[in-house]
């Protein structure tokens, strides 16, 4: 993925870790930070130099609230992967190396690190054992980021003027 693509957030597939921001934005986030709800692309090398990074995500990338796992199969357990997809984590995940495993501060996934970065991580229907790599299992829904924006495929234009979004079938609100 090439910074600065613009990315529907329920289509992510970078690390957890790795920097976005929304057009306009002020700050820059993690990927699963509640924070956000629109679309979003990754951050240039000079947004990563020059624009803050909102204090949740200062959190989750320091380390605060994370929980460290002894090994694979403790983590699998208190992340709590549905049992029928407990082998597939394990069978997806061997061979990534790593030296640490931890679940952040949002609960949201498990990942596998070396050298303090994510490798490799896990969720409950999924495994990503590298940046280019998603395993789905039977229960995976595609993009099924934080659910804030499901089945909502058709969206209006946001307005020049007023930087709301338009129906699909009128003008803004606003210039009405």
Known sequence: MSTGELVPPREWRGAPDDLVRTEGGQRLHVPACPHLASDVRTATEDERAEMPV??????????????????????????GVPVANQERVMAAMRGVEHDSLWMPNSRSYV???????????????????????????????????????GGDALRGDVCPEHFIERPVTGSCEQCD
């Open 54 to 79: 909102c204090t949740w995500c200062r959190a989750e990338l320091d380390g605060n609230g994370r929980t460290y796992l002894k090994d694979l199969a403790d983590a699998v357990q208190r992340f």
């Open 111 to 149: 990942a596998l690190g070396r050298d303090g970065q994510a490798r490799a991580w896990f969720g409950k229907t999924y495994a990503q054992p590298s940046r280019d790599e998603v395993v789905g299992f039977p229960d995976y829904v595609a993009g099924g980021r934080d659910g804030s924006r």
